[in-house]
């Protein structure tokens, strides 16, 4: 699967997920672009995810219709995020086209 990591998305997180192709959106150029401009480009590229810490996103763009999925992490904590790589890894595995999931770090 081709991931790409928002801005906010801690980077050593591509070292846990070997099965699938990762680049940040810094590395495409594209950390100015806002989030409806992202899932566009990201989507029209070939991503299948997008991974994001940004909370807001489903408030603000609308999903539907997307191939692309969004996985949203409700932490930008990289020693929280660290202590839960085989969730995050279980969820990114089950992704469909076009779906959302959120997952918590309580």
């Known amino acids: 699967m081709k991931l790409l990591f928002d801005q906010g998305t801690p ?6 997920l070997p099965n699938h192709t990762v680049e940040t959106a810094y590395e495409k150029g594209w950390s100015s672009l806002k989030n409806g401009d992202l899932l566009a ?3 029209s590229d070939g991503f299948d995810a997008l991974i994001t810490t940004d ?3 489903p408030y603000q763009q609308n999903l539907t219709g997307r191939k692309i999925s969004v996985v949203v992490l409700l932490t930008t904590s990289w020693p929280r995020i660290k202590n839960h790589i085989a969730l995050i890894v279980q969820a990114i595995d089950a992704l469909q086209p076009g779906s959302y999931e959120e997952i918590s770090f309580l």
Not at 11 to 16: I, N
């Open 11 to 16: 980077v050593p997180l591509r070292d846990h």
């Open 41 to 43: 480009r990201a989507e």
């Open 55 to 57: 909370q807001n996103l």
